[in-house]
């Protein structure tokens, strides 16, 4: 079960939601009850057995956020802080990058002899599991830190850590805002309910009408890695795939927002338009929010930061990135995403502080600002490319040819290879396009639509629920981030 | 994220009752329309007539005028030219739909019953051949995957108010596929909503782009060639001729491959009773009876060369069933496959082909003009001894006209054949057509049509023309022909003559260069050609016989001789 399975709509949440804003109304303990329970429903539904990692995390991080509360000693909160970190980063160790480790020191090996290969493990990847590690993770650093005390009923901590909405792929949310809302009883009014609704049917049509479409594109031109020099194919289907990621990942956090307003409880945005982004810096404050200020805060500024320095900034940043990059996946190409991106704010960093660079900017205005946003979209979609491309005998000449290396631009080839539905899907992007930069002008659009009357309400929602309906591909595509 | 707005409960059953309704609006107008419309007109599915039942059924609903509605599988849909058959009857206002679907059998033409109910035709012409009455299999996949793509398609554009009797037929492995709501109605659509608007974004964007290959292929309701369309589908889908193109060695060789195995198959095996299909054959007998339409049970002739792969008896379950059905009140038959029909006829085992459909509709106008002028009085047509294995020559009218060789040159008009041949093979389509025209020879002149650029070369497959000759000298004779070839190109024919004691001599040809004669009448053979000439004596009876070889070629004149030194140009003899 996830957002976009029926079962999900025309069971789960309305069960939930009228268990716990009806049923169990104005008893908190209950109602907290209700959605942790409901929560390892869903995750049940979503992975299995690995709910039993979920519940190690939780318990681990439970009893380390108490025992470290509760002394004062240094090396008893150290310890604990490291169980807490050995525990989370081990799972993650172990189910997310021990294959990928294998199969690195398999290529080292191998050079030496054939009989130092060792065999994989081929343990299935764990749905969220690098959302809710970083989650309880912060939550025993931030008390290791002193910066917040522990949650005083495991109930809620479990709630916490386990809340389904943001489970599978988050927003990963804080410990100190996820128990601002649940101080008191949870409840909602008319207009949370209708912007929750709101939400949910904006997420459902970004990723069934938006991310669903483009992704058939990116996945056939990525996948098949057939006509790899020619520079349309290559340039559409980047453009695609980041369109794809940011409406398939936005479109799950829209959801997971809106459910959560259906059960009284306030999740933080995760992006804020991230293509209209001016700079690499911009970008990462417009771009999955909840982790690149997760990464600031419990990696970047503990490497060091920028007040330490030239070479600790340039260290801390790279490493934060590299690990950021690393963190999507075990893979080859994700550490170079994240290297790439690590250069880009690197560079832009002391770019921008050079003459030239600023006496362009200063008497440029507007212009300026429309080159800079070309500029930085230019290497934003490229490390897409980068991210998207697992298979190096792909990558390698799709990054050539993005650039235009031994490339050439054959329309009619790009129109022939191209999927069946390709009218609709360049429509699709084109709008896309139009009410990125639009949302990106006047923002607050899914607030805005909450706020109508009911008639254009009405049919702005009816019209987007039903083109989800009738314009989604034939085959539905997993969210992206469940990956991760 | 908060809004600012303090809404009401009223507000938010308002915003539902506006969704809902708009989500209502949507589904049951916009979406369904186009998938149905494109389903029609373009390749979203491999062949139009497959979504065009419930739309053409409500187009004969609205029509003032008698129909007879012709349902079944592409043997019928092969055979019947409905516009063809409403040109030919006598009877007025009363117009003839062919709505037959590649692949159909019984159980898969049950869902369109109510609707034809509605559209109130004068007739319903039921197929009915051997092929009907095999026994559904649920473990075949390819016919659960066929019923089920049928099924969908009909559900998209069906009407909750088509749900009939037929529901209880209805296998539980195929109600998956049928559509018993709107709900339902609107999910079968969505599996094709995608391509519907990818196909309506190409019609628009058609003319802006060089790239986008978009047809519109087949009309809509809305098209004036709408009605035409379901008269008469194979003119605006026409298949290429397939097995009257190939040799007689060809043909052979095709049934001893595909025979075989076929006639152990179901098609060829029917079964006596209680099939699936016997129950559907029940159910729309019944139904359309009891509506008060008369029904024409009309099997099919198939290719004669699968008759000899039968074995005897074979297929009395077929004439058993048939016979069962036809004691039904109200319903007549029309039993057409135990005919012998010819060869060219067919273009593969068992659809009819251009010349077959064209002799179906001068043969079944008649009939239908008894049967809805005098139905009580009708006759079934059953097994009739009909052979048409000569009915190349017989469609082709001579004058049976013999020429006295009473002088050493002797004229002969073009047009004034003795008998005459149409073409067999690859071949089928082309005749000699007469042209009136005041600078031949007489008052015209025979084309070679249709003009498609064939070339039977030295085989003699092309429309056949006679001259058939008196002796009354033992002489040596030679042939000459005015002749002209079109398309600024040579065109030629091929002779060969043969007489009552002998048969047929060596193949001559005779070429015309258009490029010599600047469009001019020649006579042939010119250079570098073969005369043909023969000897005979007196009394003899001979045929010279003039093949089409190559179709466009024009011949006005010939002349018979007994002057080996004759000069056609000097007019000498006239």
């Known amino acids: 079960m996830d957002f976009v399975t029926t079962e999900y709509y025309q069971f789960f949440l309305p069960i939930v939601f009228l268990l716990t804003i009806f049923i169990a109304s104005g008893k908190r303990k209950n109602q907290l009850i209700i959605l942790l329970l409901s929560s390892y429903v869903f995750f049940w539904f979503a992975s299995g057995w690995h709910i039993i990692l979920l519940l190690i995390s939780t318990c681990v991080d439970w009893t380390a956020g108490s025992k470290i509360s509760k002394t004062n000693e240094k090396i008893i909160r150290k310890r604990w802080l490291l169980a807490s970190l050995i525990t989370n980063l081990g799972l993650l160790g172990i189910f997310k990058y021990l294959d990928f480790i294998i199969e690195s020191l398999n290529l080292v090996t191998l050079k030496f002899s054939e009989s130092l290969e060792l065999g994989t493990i081929g343990l299935i990847l764990p749905v969220g599991i690098s959302f809710y590690t970083f989650q309880t993770m912060s939550y025993t650093i931030d008390i290791y830190r002193r910066k917040q005390d522990p949650y005083d009923s495991f109930i809620d901590f479990a709630c916490y850590a386990a809340f389904f909405p943001q489970l599978v792929a988050g927003p990963i949310v804080r410990s100190d805002h996820f128990r601002e809302d649940i101080k008191k009883p949870l409840s909602i009014n008319s207009s949370k309910f209708k912007l929750g609704v709101t939400l949910i049917i904006y997420g459902v049509a970004k990723k069934m009408v938006i991310a669903d479409n483009v992704a058939v594109h990116a996945n056939l031109i990525f996948v098949e890695g057939e006509h790899l020099a020619n520079i349309g194919l290559i340039w559409w289907a980047t453009l695609c795939f980041g369109i794809q990621i940011y409406c398939d990942f936005s479109a799950y956090s829209d959801i997971a927002i809106g459910s959560a307003h259906l059960m009284g409880v306030k999740i933080p945005e995760n992006f804020k338009t991230p293509y209209a982004a001016t700079s690499p810096q911009d970008f990462w404050r417009r771009w999955h929010i909840s982790l690149s200020t997760w990464l600031r805060d419990y990696l970047y500024i503990p490497l060091g930061g920028s007040r330490n320095g030239t070479k600790k900034m340039i260290f801390a940043l790279m490493m934060t990135m590299l690990l950021g990059g690393l963190w999507h996946g075990a893979s080859w190409n994700f550490i170079l995403w994240g290297f790439v991106h690590g250069l880009l704010l690197i560079i832009h960093r002391f770019g921008k502080e050079l003459s030239p660079v600023k006496i362009f900017f200063n008497n440029t205005g507007r212009l300026g600002i429309l080159v800079s946003w070309v500029i930085t979209q230019i290497c934003i979609f490229f490390t897409w490319l980068i991210f998207r491309v697992e298979e190096i005998a792909i990558l390698v000449p799709s990054m050539k040819t993005f650039f235009g290396i031994n490339g050439y631009f054959d329309m009619k080839e790009m129109y022939d290879y191209l999927p069946e539905i390709k009218l609709l899907t360049a429509i699709i992007v084109f709008s896309f396009v139009l009410l990125h930069g639009i949302s990106g002008k006047l923002g607050r659009g899914k607030i805005w639509l909450s706020e109508r009357n009911p008639i254009i309400w009405g049919i702005i929602c009816g019209v987007m629920l039903t083109l989800a309906f009738y314009l989604r591909p034939v085959e539905t595509v997993d969210f992206i981030y469940f990956r991760f | ?574």
């Open chain 2, 1 to 574: 994220m908060e809004n600012k707005e303090n809404v009401g409960i009223s507000h938010i059953i308002g915003s539902i009752i506006s969704l809902l309704t708009v989500i209502i609006l949507i589904t049951t107008t916009i979406f369904p329309a186009m998938v149905t419309n494109s389903i029609i007109t373009s390749d979203l599915v491999s062949n139009p007539t497959y979504g065009v039942t419930f739309p053409a059924l409500e187009t004969i609903e609205d029509m003032e005028d008698d129909a007879v509605i012709g349902i079944g599988s592409s043997i019928l849909r092969a055979a019947l030219d409905g516009k063809c058959v409403t040109e030919t009857l006598e009877t007025d206002n009363v117009n003839v739909f062919n709505l037959a679907v590649s692949g159909a059998n019984p159980y898969t033409e049950i869902l369109q019953i109510p609707a034809i109910i509605r559209a109130n035709p004068k007739l319903v012409v039921l197929d009915m051949g051997p092929n009907n009455f095999w026994n559904v299999r649920e473990n075949d996949e390819s016919m659960n995957e066929y019923i089920r793509f049928r099924f969908t398609i009909n559900s998209i554009s069906m009407e909750n108010s088509d749900i009939g009797n037929w529901t209880n037929l209805i296998r539980d492995i195929d109600k998956e596929w049928i559509a018993f709501n709107d709900l339902e109605r609107t999910k079968l659509t969505q599996s094709y909503s995608q391509e519907a608007v990818e196909d309506w974004l190409k019609s628009m964007a058609i003319e802006y782009s060089e790239y986008i290959d978009y047809e519109k292929k087949y009309p809509l309701p809305s098209d004036p060639d709408w009605i035409e369309f379901l008269m008469s589908p194979y003119n605006f889908m026409p298949k290429n001729p397939y097995l009257e193109t190939k040799s007689p060695s060809e043909v052979n060789a095709y049934f001893e491959k595909n025979m075989p195995s076929k006639v152990r198959q179901g098609v060829y095996n029917p079964k006596l009773n209680d099939t699936l299909h016997h129950q559907s054959y029940e159910y729309m007998i019944k139904e359309i009876t009891d509506a008060g339409i008369s029904i024409l049970l009309l099997a099919a002739p198939h290719h004669p060369k699968v008759y000899d792969y039968l074995s005897e008896g074979q297929l009395d379950n077929f004439n058993s069933s048939f016979n069962h059905f036809l004691n039904y009140s109200d319903v007549y038959g029309l039993n057409l496959f135990w005919e012998t029909w010819h060869e060219s006829m067919f273009r593969d085992r068992n659809h009819i082909g251009v010349n077959g459909r064209e002799y179906f509709c001068k043969r079944f106008a008649p009939i239908l003009d008894e049967m809805i002028s005098d139905k009580e009085n009708f006759t079934n047509i059953l097994n009739e001894n009909i052979d048409l294995t000569n009915m190349l020559e017989e469609e082709c009218d001579g004058n049976n006209l013999i020429t006295n060789l009473n002088k050493q040159i002797v004229y002969i008009e073009a047009e004034n054949f003795s008998d005459c041949s149409l073409g067999e093979g690859i071949a089928f389509q082309d005749k000699w057509v007469f042209k009136n025209d005041l600078e031949s020879s007489g008052s015209g002149y025979l084309h070679a049509l249709t003009e498609d650029v064939s070339q039977y070369k030295n085989e003699i497959l092309g429309a056949r023309l006679d001259y058939n000759l008196s002796i009354n000298h033992n002489d040596t004779y030679y042939v000459w022909v005015k002749m002209k070839g079109n398309s600024y190109g040579n065109d030629s024919i091929g002779l060969k003559w043969k007489s009552n004691l002998n048969s047929y001599s060596e193949l001559y040809k005779y070429d015309s260069f258009y490029w010599n004669s600047k469009g001019q009448w020649q006579w042939e053979p010119g250079f570098n050609q073969d005369i043909l000439e023969f000897n005979s004596s007196i009394g003899e009876e001979i045929t010279i016989s003039i093949w089409l070889r190559e179709d466009g070629v024009m011949i006005d004149e010939l002349v018979i001789t007994s002057d080996e030194e004759f000069d056609p140009y000097k007019k000498e003899g006239r």
